[in-house]
């Protein structure tokens, strides 16, 4: 987990691109094969894009970064790749592109949680949603990546932090 402090140092690059490379093949499990894969030279722009997003996170918000992140890699990889679709001929190619995102993240808050926590499909259609509206530049009523990193950290935190609560309070 990372906390918040004072000047956040640099992630070291070659354990970030690592987990970064290892967050967009797990990624690309979920994305249906029906989406048009990225060339080599266009998957090297998204994890890059990612980690510079990773390194602005950090020093924006003074984070002390004691472990990578998962949820953060995967949010920000689907959004670098969502930001290089055609905002009005890649509609369905978002659509399901998100889906692979969501289907991923869920996945990790599952198996981070011992198989105790999974988004419901009712939540995860209305995040679909948000992200789509996000895209398509409907602000209001969308939510970009930093938020949908936060839903599922949270999520994730939570649990962690209610298991200690449990063994203080029972």
């Known amino acids: ?28 499990k979920w994305v249906p094969k029906t989406v048009t894969r990225l060339r080599p030279d266009q998957e090297e722009q998204v994890v890059i894009r990612a980690c510079a997003q990773h390194g ?30 055609d905002r009005e001929k890649d509609v369905e190619e978002c659509r399901q592109i998100t889906q692979g995102l969501l289907s991923t993240l869920r996945l990790i808050l599952a198996r981070e949680t011992e198989w105790n926590l999974a988004v419901p499909p009712s939540t995860m259609k209305l995040l679909a949603s948000f992200i789509e509206q996000e895209w398509r530049g409907n602000t209001e009523h969308g939510i970009w990546m930093n938020g949908l990193y936060a839903a599922f950290h949270l999520g994730a935190t939570s649990w962690f932090e209610g298991k200690e609560l449990k063994k203080v309070v029972m």
């Open 1 to 28: 987990m990372s906390a918040a402090g004072g000047g956040a140092p640099p992630p070291d690059p070659r354990r970030l691109a690592k987990s970064a490379y290892g967050a967009w093949k797990l990624f690309l």
């Open 56 to 85: 602005k996170h950090l020093a924006t918000h003074g984070i002390q970064q004691t472990s990578l992140d998962a949820f953060k890699l995967v949010c920000w990889l689907g959004g670098s790749w969502l930001d290089m679709l």
